[in-house]
């Protein structure tokens, strides 16, 4: 089910051209470098991308690849053709209305019962972290990994794994 989840947010990705790329406010590990990495991952598929935490990337993480170019605020006509919710078990949790500005919305979520929101919903709780959906759709759509998205990628799943509000013994990060 999720390899076709996947490929509909593949074709999203490669059908389109500006991106939203958000997570809840008050980010931890997960919420702010799965954010990061995907912003790097799309830019570097030439994207236009924003990507944007209500906190912004707070410390500990403003050390992580990218995190200089997240925004706290989004301009009052900022639109998107396709928006990512990441990792906030509640489209509230982003702490901005979003309604209205991305076209198309995916939810991608690791969170038990995570809101139904959004045009697709890529949820899997038996994911350790967000961030192993991320490396789920690197590795499906074969795109590049780069040093800077890996240790984003790492961070994350260390953040969820080391010090989780989610313990789930049982998910198997990079299968
Ligand atoms: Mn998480």
Known sequence: ?????????????????????ASH????????????????????LGKEVVAFNRDGA??????LPGAVTMINT?????TFDVGF????????RTGVDLTG?????????????SEHFGDIYFVDETACATAVLIFRMIKQAGWSLTRDIAVNLY?????????????????????
């Open 58 to 63: 707070v410390a500990p993480f403003d050390f």
């Open 85 to 92: 919710v990441l990792d906030a078990g509640e489209l509230k």
């Open 155 to 175: 961070t994350a799943i260390l953040a969820d794994t080391v010090r989780s509000a989610i313990p789930i013994p049982t998910g198997k990060p990079f299968r």
């Open 101 to 113: 500005r991305c076209n198309k919305l995916i939810n991608i979520d690791h969170h038990p019962h």
């Open 74 to 78: 989004l301009d009052g006509e900022s």
């Open 1 to 21: 089910m999720s390899d076709q989840t996947i490929r509909t947010i593949l074709e999203l990705v490669r059908d389109h051209h500006r991106f939203l790329v």
């Open 25 to 44: 406010e008050s980010p931890d590990g997960d919420a702010c470098a799965s954010t990061l990495a995907l912003t790097l991952v799309l830019r570097d």
